[in-house]
């Protein structure tokens, strides 16, 4: 089984609905982050989270939000989808104690009409 | 803040040639991490770096990191179909407890069989 999994893995939506992108993990990790991919632009970073009371923002959080349910469970909100918004995010954890390698799940493609 | 600039944006090689792809910055790192990203798939950490001037082999992939801590490249020798995907060079933008990480825009590899 996959140790970082995001749900869905495909999602197509209109402009203006809420779309919650979920990510779970079984590593342990109590740091998690959220990454928009575009073409040309690699990852740039939405938000992070080094705990479950922990939330920060990174270079590009306007439009989105994110909660931490639990230690397990970092999820990605986009509260009035805009076509700009079209892209693959991925969620990535890392390990408090160990190297500074993140593990990233499958990804989530996300297509905003 | 912090950027990384890989060249090149893309490669298109035969099957069997050695690759060479750098990463550079205008400010000084302490880590350069290299990741690959196959089609359809999150990123996966190749090799890590952690001291200037140092030389690590994964396999057919060798990395080095520049002794101004300011760049690194990724040599791929012997290159192979499923070499095929998005290369990243990354960094951590920050330390501490405050810990990001920036990545480059990507070189995209093609191997023609």
């Known amino acids: 089984d996959a140790d970082v999994t995001q749900t869905p893995r495909n999602r197509i939506t209109k402009t203006g609905k809420r779309i919650m992108l979920e990510c779970s993990q079984t590593?342990?990790?109590?740091?998690m982050y959220w990454y928009r991919q575009d073409p040309g632009l690699g990852l740039r970073l939405i938000y992070y989270?080094?705990?479950?009371?922990?939330?920060n923002k990174g270079e590009i959080s306007d439009g989105y939000s994110v909660s931490r349910q639990a230690q397990a469970k970092f999820s990605l909100s986009l509260e009035s989808a805009i076509p700009n918004q079209t892209a693959l995010y991925f969620c990535?954890?890392?390990?408090?104690?160990?190297?500074?390698?993140?593990?990233f799940g499958p990804g989530t493609r996300l297509t905003v009409l | 803040g912090q950027q990384l600039n890989q060249s090149p944006q893309s490669m298109f090689i035969q099957e069997g040639e050695d690759v060479s792809m750098n990463c550079t910055s205008s400010?000084?790192?302490?880590?350069w991490l290299w990741y690959k990203q196959d089609p359809g798939e999150g990123p996966v950490l190749l090799i890590a770096?952690?001291?200037?001037?140092e030389l690590t082999s994964n396999g057919r992939l060798t990395a080095q990191f520049g002794i101004t801590r300011k760049d690194s490249f990724l040599n791929i020798s012997a290159s192979i179909p499923s070499d095929v995907g998005i290369y990243f060079c990354?960094?951590?933008?920050?330390?501490?407890?405050?810990?990001?990480?920036?990545f480059g825009k990507g070189t995209l590899l093609t191997v023609n069989p």
């Open positions: 400010s000084i790192f302490n880590t």
């Open positions: 770096l952690y001291k200037a001037g």
């Open positions: 990354a960094g951590p933008s920050s330390g501490g407890s405050n810990y990001k990480l920036t």
């Open positions: 989270s080094f705990d479950v009371k922990d939330i």
């Open positions: 990535a954890t890392r390990s408090r104690v160990l190297t500074d390698t993140q593990y």
């Open positions: 590593k342990g990790h109590d740091r």
